[in-house]
Nanobody
């Protein structure tokens, strides 16, 4: 079973930036595509971004294209999410998980989730 620890969230003003990190263990990290998801209060968890196991392909939700960038460091078993030009509607708890990219949007392959990291964007 995979174990992930998300970090890097916080409170930021609209237009600001944050960089999220996801450290994973319990699974061969480099063999999997990885993704970020987010859940706002009262809403379902939605796909945000994903990166292929090779790191050569990335996928983004339309709402974050051009503002967010996903990357990975296989040596550190870590996936990152650079978030720029943040908007109040980006406010949510952000989670990472291994994903399948055989269909779009990418879907998590593991039913368990970490604790997530809270991102709050003030207007």
């Amino acid at each position: 079973q995979v174990h992930v620890v998300e970090s890097g969230g916080g409170l930021v003003q609209a237009g600001g930036s944050l960089r999220l990190s996801c450290a994973a263990s319990g699974r061969t990290f480099s063999n999997y595509s990885w993704g970020w998801f987010r859940q706002a209060p009262g809403k379902e968890r939605d796909f945000v971004a994903a990166i292929s196991w090779t790191g050569t392909r990335t996928y983004y939700a339309d709402s974050v294209k051009g503002r967010f960038a996903i990357s990975r460091d296989n040596a550190k078993n870590t996936v990152y999410l650079q978030m720029n030009k943040l908007k109040p509607e980006d406010t949510a708890v952000y989670y990472c998980n291994a994903v399948s990219v055989t269909q779009l949007p990418p879907r998590p392959v593991d039913g368990s989730w970490g604790q997530g990291t809270q991102v709050t964007v003030s207007s």
